[in-house]
């Protein structure tokens, strides 16, 4: 059973407070719409939601982005929007909650990603997609690149948050880590399947144990020594200092490469589930937060672990404070 020191472990949540980190990668507009139901419909065999209230939140890069803002950082967002109402609506969005939107690109040739939610009673009822998956084009990933590299001046980390929509492609992964590399700052990733193998080099990778098995195109396993073989794989494939595979309620499994291949299992804290929406980000953001504060591997690991669970027991793209983090550290 591992062991930290929970004093070291306040010190580093509390100088989150200002930090500049970089997010690049897919955002999305996030459409709640909340009822109830207390028929069926006559037209199909179908729940007749009627709509108590909606909102809009920032999804994919833009909830890393959130989270970093909620932590007390000062993110910077570098991302694809469309020409269109709900572009503005997210972006209006993210600029309430303090994050830094100047170097967004809006592109007239493609749609805002928008995922809508019906929820009824606490239950998700039916998920509705726009999107385009396509890559985005030569010249606003060329425009985007630009901006990113402008970023870098003060930035203290950066997180590569990747959801498939095309915002990340072979080329500017490979530039994006460079860059990062040759400044000597944390690049961590939230990968997608597409693109899995192509972060070589990375400070940290945070896939869950479906995207870890898939990205390796291994069929899964359960037992430990699996997973333990797993981790080892990927770590070794991309030379990454590290990989953390999130375990769901088995919390997660640590693999440092330097300079012997070193597993640490952190378990997972989580008094109640009540939604999985933005975990991933939540992680994410918390590790890599942790990691430009100066936090070992294994300390912002803890840490991460620790704001997954608070923010599982919340309901829909939800994020967590610095003071709700050492309140459980205590």
Request: aromatic fraction near 4%; charge should be positive; include cysteine.
């Amino acid at each position: 059973m591992e062991t930290f020191d929970r004093e070291k472990l306040l010190k580093i949540v509390d100088s989150f407070e200002g930090k500049n980190i970089v997010v690049i990668g897919d955002v999305m507009l996030d459409h709640f719409i909340n009822g109830g139901v207390s028929r069926i419909s006559p037209e199909a065999p179908v729940p007749v939601v009627n709509v108590d209230n909606e909102r809009f939140v920032a999804g994919g890069a833009g909830n890393v982005a959130v989270n970093l803002a909620v932590l007390g950082a000062k993110p910077v967002l570098i991302s694809v929007i469309g020409h269109d109402v709900k572009g503005g609506v997210l972006k209006h969005f993210l600029d309430k909650q303090g994050v830094n939107t100047t170097l967004m690109v809006a592109d007239e040739n493609r749609p805002t990603t928008q995922k809508i939610r019906i929820v009824a009673e606490r239950q998700q009822v039916v998920r509705v997609d726009r999107e385009s998956r396509d890559k985005v084009s030569q010249a606003t990933a060329k425009l985007c690149m630009q901006n990113f590299k402008k970023s870098l001046k003060n930035a203290k980390a950066v997180v590569m948050s990747d959801y498939g929509k095309g915002m990340l492609s072979d080329h500017n992964i490979e530039e994006i880590i460079k860059c990062c590399r040759s400044r000597k700052i944390p690049v961590c990733v939230d990968p997608k399947i597409d693109n899995f193998l192509k972060y070589k080099n990375i400070t940290c990778m945070t896939p869950n144990t479906k995207e870890a098995w898939e990205g390796m195109g291994l069929p899964p396993k359960k037992d430990e020594a699996a997973i333990i073989d797993l981790g080892k794989k990927i770590l070794k494939t991309l030379n990454a200092d590290s990989i953390l595979i999130t375990r769901s309620a088995e919390g997660m499994s640590l693999f440092e490469k330097a300079p012997k291949t070193k597993i640490t299992t952190i378990h997972a804290t989580a008094k109640e589930v009540y939604d999985v929406t933005g975990a991933g980000d939540t992680v994410i953001s918390v590790l890599t937060l942790a990691l430009a504060s100066k936090a070992t591997l294994k300390d912002a690991a803890f840490i991460a672990n620790e704001a997954a669970g608070l923010v599982v027991a919340k309901l829909g793209t939800a994020t967590v404070s610095r003071e709700e983090i050492k309140e459980v550290l205590k």
